[in-house]
């Protein structure tokens, strides 16, 4: 982990990405409806992420 220079960078990036949407979600997400769009929308996003990981782990095995 440490000789990707990198590395620490996006993690940090990470934890505040995180902390952003939470304040976004506390001062929005007043409603049940709200809230469920929330949990709705995070796991259509990690569908998508899904899906491309295992298109690029295709990709990456049919390299020679």
Request: hydrophobic fraction near 45%; glycine fraction near 4%; charge should be positive.
């Amino acid at each position: 982990m440490k000789k990707q220079i990198n590395n620490a960078g996006h993690v940090v990036m990470d934890v505040e990405h995180a902390h952003l949407l939470m304040r976004v979600a506390r001062k929005y997400a007043t409603t049940e409806v709200d809230q469920n769009a929330i949990i709705k929308g995070a796991r259509e996003s990690l569908i998508i992420d899904r899906v491309y990981r295992g298109h690029l782990a295709d990709m990456l095995e049919a390299l020679p």
